[in-house]
């Protein structure tokens, strides 16, 4: 099945300094991959949709200024968290979706939890 | 505008009972209805599938009900074990959209011994 890798799972970093999360489609390709972030006990909020060799989709009220988002190849798309703040932490979560029929699922990294002292 | 409604937040089931998660939606154009299911801590993963040309889907203890005429499709767990244990979300999306998948609000199942 596809998979997706995120990395890394766990980061503590210390306010006003920059976080950057990757997330690796392993045995297919995306063109598209989405960013979600989650808070506890809650649904998955889309913050950007990542388009390969194009710039991203910000969802309205997402930051792109804080909230960057690289998308170099097929098979990476990277966030970076800049100038954390501790309202930042959050469950940050990649999917993607294999081309081809638009009704396939999407496949999701396993998370990065971010958590800013 | 919430695009797709999930019931209940949340849902206790005696182990062997059925669980049963609800969710409906308003946009007819919707053609995709994935179920992914999430441990703390870690990513959703897909559970079971349905398109609406079909009215049910089983996937072992899984089972999509869908009703297109209601707007509504149903999870059901059958013989709900304590590894059951988890969040439960619904989705939908549909071809013109691309790629975007819309997201009910979760469900918290407990599966009691």
């Known amino acids: 099945g596809a998979v997706v890798s995120q990395h890394p799972s766990r980061v503590i970093c210390k306010s006003g300094t920059s976080v950057k999360i990757e997330c690796r489609s392993l045995?297919?390709?995306?063109?598209?991959m989405f960013w979600y972030r989650q808070f506890p006990k809650k649904s998955l909020m889309l913050m950007a949709t990542s388009n390969e060799g194009s710039k991203a989709t910000y969802e309205q009220g997402v930051e792109k200024d804080k909230f960057l988002i690289n998308h170099a190849s097929l098979t990476l798309s990277t966030l970076t968290v800049t100038s954390a703040h501790p309202e930042d932490s959050s469950f940050y979560i990649c999917?993607?979706?294999?081309?081809?029929?638009?009704?396939?699922?999407?496949?999701f990294g396993n998370g990065t939890r971010l958590t800013v002292t | 505008q919430q695009q797709v409604k999930q019931s209940p937040q949340s849902l206790i089931v005696q182990k062997g009972g059925i669980s049963i998660i609800n969710c409906a939606y308003e946009?007819?154009?919707?053609?995709?209805f994935p179920w992914y299911q999430q441990f703390p801590g870690k990513g959703p993963a897909l559970l079971i599938a349905i398109r609406p040309d079909v009215s049910e889907k089983k996937e072992g203890r899984f089972t999509i009900s869908f009703n297109k005429s209601a707007k509504q499709f149903s999870l059901h767990i059958m013989d709900s074990q304590p590894g059951d244990s988890a969040t439960y979300f619904c989705?939908?999306?549909?071809?013109?959209?691309?790629?975007?998948?819309?997201f009910g609000t979760g469900t918290s199942l407990t599966v009691i011994p």
């Open positions: 045995d297919f390709q995306a063109t598209t």
């Open positions: 946009n007819t154009a919707f053609d995709y």
């Open positions: 999917s993607a979706r294999l081309q081809g029929p638009h009704n396939s699922p999407l496949h």
């Open positions: 989705a939908a999306s549909y071809t013109n959209t691309g790629n975007q998948f819309y």
